[in-house]
């Protein structure tokens, strides 16, 4: 996983390890350094990426990744998951080639058989119009497809508990966009309706609190729904995840 957590940083080396040291030592919300856990498979296994913003990490559930509907539904396929969430991520970010994260995707990691793009709720919410939406999932699309897998599946952005007329519009009209399935994706999957019951706001009761992330449960009906909607790949054995 790309693109959560932190770090103290500091000089006195009798800090190492400490999980809440004292002054002088600060918190960074970055790493000065990358982490990476290797796992290896047997060749049938697929690996599915994730790739979007904090909904992709899991923020404003119980256990951040663990939580995450990225990883519930690789689990639930047996496959490997890779999370390539990042904070405040947005497809006009991810669609840049000197991201830095596609230089350590081109020189460390393997391809995986399928990506499930997830960016675009920042850019609907900070304003971005729909042409340029449109652009910026073209060029990040070629960026996927470089680094990532031929096989694109696009997912659609769930509503925030509020938002201007205007920005519901935005978001409804790239949702429909993406049902087109723009430059060769392999599928369409909609989260709205795992989520809100009029396509218009987020259910409460899966509101983090913050109007804007998920509950773990509201995590489980995303998972939920890409499961539902995984029959594009047949010959995997399926279970469905618990919505408890």
């Known amino acids: 996983h790309m693109g959560i957590g932190g770090s103290w940083l500091g000089t006195d080396p009798s ?45 404003g559930s119980n256990h951040p990744l663990r939580d995450v509907w990225g990883w519930k539904h690789a689990e639930a396929n047996g496959a490997l998951p890779v999370l390539l969430g990042h904070s405040g991520s947005t497809i006009q970010a991810w669609s840049s080639a000197s991201r830095y994260v596609w230089a350590k995707l081109a020189s460390t990691f393997d391809k995986v058989d399928a990506t499930y793009m997830a960016a675009g709720s920042n850019d609907v919410y900070l304003g971005r119009t729909l042409a340029q939406m449109k652009t910026d999932a073209t060029a990040l699309a070629q960026l996927i497809r470089l680094h990532l897998s031929t096989s694109i599946i696009n997912v659609n952005v769930f509503p925030r508990r509020t938002a201007s007329a205007a920005i519901r519009a935005v978001r409804k009209a790239w949702n429909g966009y993406l049902n087109t399935m723009p430059d060769g994706a392999s599928g369409a999957l909609d989260r709205v309706r795992a989520v809100s019951t009029d396509a218009e706001l987020m259910r409460p009761e899966l509101d983090s609190g913050d109007g804007t992330h998920l509950t773990t449960q509201g995590q489980t009906f995303l998972a939920a729904a890409a499961v539902a909607f995984a029959v594009l790949q047949p010959n995997l054995n399926r279970y469905t995840v618990s919505e408890e």
């Open 15 to 59: 800090m190492t390890g400490r999980y809440d040291p004292p002054v002088p030592n600060s918190w960074s919300p970055n790493i000065p350094l990358d982490v990476y856990l290797t796992l290896q498979a047997p060749a049938e296994v697929p690996a599915y990426a994730y790739l979007g913003s904090s909904s992709e990490t899991g923020l």
